[in-house]
């Protein structure tokens, strides 16, 4: 159980109420252990009337009769505390269950982004659902159902040798071999289930991606083949539910075994001791209770030992996480002012998880309120400079200085607050378009909201949808056009109104003549604020104060449009063949 004592903070945090717990079960279990003495009072009353021992009728049904009822009123007692018992103990595991999912929701917030370029979506989800739940499972029934035993067999076994000390030992001879099979079966429960828990993530995640990219999936017509993928996924997992649960079977009938055993053994030494005269009907009578009432108990030490290791392998894979440290660390501690000058000296940078060299030595410096306009190829390192500025990823080599403090000296959550991203790939959230705008800024005005629609040159078509600005989006803004999405994306990012503005080809998937209105109301919006525009296109970046061209990680031009178009090189070809597409298109 080393993996789940990451829970003992919790414990803690709940033992109040645990304690309390604990104390109402063991009165719970105290007034149901009444039941077999006071049979065992009745049956010897029964006796003793028969013999002539008590020769009163009256007196022998008064004494039954206050017997019953107080087996009744024990009954009721029992009842209640066992109410309030699952009140407590129950409640516990849902608190649990509360903080253990948030604190791995906090940790995913936490980690940096190269982290989930290495770990599925699917897994992520499922460790924070079906792991959790499963260790809410320890947490409340297992613990609950481990103090009722223990109690029912203090208790019990105590009266019972008291009694009759033969009988006893008779009793529980059982036991020993019962722990011995539960030791056994409990080790491979636990590899099974880390099986069974593993296939759930590959699942989840198959159907998440299956989900996300279903126009895809229909825009290839391969359904047949995913069912087909699935379907496989399907019958493996089930055949490690179905292996899982082959063990988990033989709990149940071993203790039915072992019980019945102790049944025997009960009724044959306990009948030869009450014919020699050493125990009473009576004492037989309630032994044979006792056993049978401690059959359930027993028979959930196999139950609540399984909980116990699927709850230790899932705790486990949740620990795995929770162990990670972000690569990204904040490193200062006071709050920091970003104005927005960024400069990069001799900075190099490579993704480790595929070893691609994206910068290669890049220098360059961008003072504050001025506008950098970044062209290249694909796979030129355009969208990474963008990324190394929001700090998700530290370099390798060189510098990157913002406000001229090193960007690893600036309070993260500061810098992040003074930047407005707009990615390539725009992803909008499953709300209103209203709430995706003001993701930016959360107390925004419906008015502020509206301007900034204007400046990204999608309010007309937002006021055409029926309920307009509170018109409901689709998974990853899918009701959306391409370019609606990346305006509105635009949107969210200039009503935050911050110091630094990165634009990643954000209007890739605009029309020419929407692109200059958004560019002209973005040159105002962007005033006094620091810009960097990365882009396909020279008409997005030739009013820039400054133009660098990348090739393989590498500036190989720089300059502003005017330079550039009278210098012979990539950017020259580019305008120019831009410019003869555009001729063309308007012929």
């Not at 989840?204 to 496989?232: C, H, L, M, R």
């Not at 899918?478 to 954000?506: E, H, M, W, Y």
């Amino acid at each position: 159980m080393k993996e789940l004592q990451h829970l003992n903070k919790y414990f803690y945090k709940y033992r109040f109420r645990l304690l309390i717990g604990i104390f109402i079960t063991i009165i719970a279990r105290v007034f149901l252990l009444f039941t077999p003495r006071l049979v065992r009072e009745i049956i010897n009353t029964v006796v003793k009337f028969k013999e002539g021992v008590i020769t009163d009728e009256a007196v022998f049904r008064a004494e039954i009769l206050e017997d019953i009822l107080w087996i009744i009123g024990a009954a009721l007692l029992a009842g209640f505390f066992t109410f309030l018992m699952r009140q407590t103990i129950i409640n516990v595991s849902r608190y649990i269950e509360f903080d253990l999912k948030n604190e791995v929701y906090k940790q995913y917030q936490r980690l940096s982004l190269n982290f989930y370029k290495k770990n599925r979506t699917g897994d992520l989800m499922n460790r924070i659902t079906e792991d959790v739940s499963a260790v809410r499972m320890y947490a409340g029934p297992a613990i609950m159902y481990t103090i009722n035993t223990v109690t029912l067999f203090v208790i019990a076994l105590s009266y019972m040798f008291q009694e009759a000390p033969k009988l006893t030992l008779y009793t529980i001879l059982p036991l020993p071999i019962l722990s011995l099979a539960i030791y056994r079966l409990s080790k491979e429960i636990h590899k099974r289930s880390t099986i069974v828990q593993e296939y759930l993530s590959k699942l989840s995640t198959f159907t998440q991606e299956a989900f996300s990219g279903i126009s895809v999936i229909k825009a290839y017509s391969i359904e047949p083949q995913v069912n087909s993928d699935f379907n496989d996924l399907s019958s493996g997992s089930r055949q490690k539910q179905l292996d899982l649960v082959k063990v988990r079977a033989l709990f149940f009938p071993m203790m039915i075994l072992l019980i019945g055993a102790s049944n025997l053994l009960v009724i044959y030494i306990g009948g030869r001791q009450y014919i020699e005269g050493e125990i009473e009907l009576g004492t037989l009578t309630e032994f044979i209770i006792y056993v049978n009432m401690l059959t359930w108990p027993v028979a959930t030490i196999g139950w609540v030992t399984s909980l116990v290791q699927q709850a230790e392998a899932s705790q486990k894979r949740i620990n795995e996480f929770l162990k990670v440290e972000p690569e990204i660390q904040n490193n200062s501690l006071e709050r920091t002012n970003v104005v927005g000058d960024i400069e990069f000296k001799n900075v190099h940078f490579t993704y480790d998880d595929t070893n691609i060299k994206a910068i290669k030595g890049i220098s360059f410096k961008v003072n504050y309120g001025e506008t950098l306009a970044i062209i290249g190829k694909t796979g030129s390192g355009k969208s990474t400079i963008l990324d190394l500025v929001g700090r998700l990823y530290d370099v390798d080599e060189g510098e990157i200085r913002i406000s001229n403090k090193p960007i690893e000296n600036l309070h993260l959550t500061d810098l992040r607050e003074n930047i407005g991203y707009v990615p390539q790939d725009a992803f909008l959230f499953s709300d209103t378009i209203k709430n995706n705008i003001k993701f930016g800024k959360e107390d925004a005005t419906d008015n502020e909201v509206i301007a900034a629609a204007k400046n990204a040159s999608v309010h007309s078509n937002i006021k055409k949808f029926n309920k307009g600005y509170n018109t409901i989006l689709g998974e990853r803004g899918i009701t959306l056009s391409g370019g609606q999405k990346q305006r509105v994306s635009i949107a969210r990012a200039i009503i935050k109104k911050p110091n630094i503005l990165l634009f990643d080809d954000c209007l890739s998937a605009v029309d020419t003549e929407t692109e200059e209105k958004i560019l002209k109301n973005l040159a105002k919006v962007s005033s006094g604020k620091t810009t960097i525009i990365v882009s396909h296109r020279i008409s997005s970046a030739k009013n820039a104060d400054k133009i660098i061209v990348l090739d393989d990680g590498k500036i190989i031009q720089e300059g502003t449009h005017e330079d550039l178009v009278n210098t012979e090189g990539y950017y020259k070809e580019l305008y120019l063949k831009q410019l003869s597409e555009s001729t063309s298109s308007n012929l």
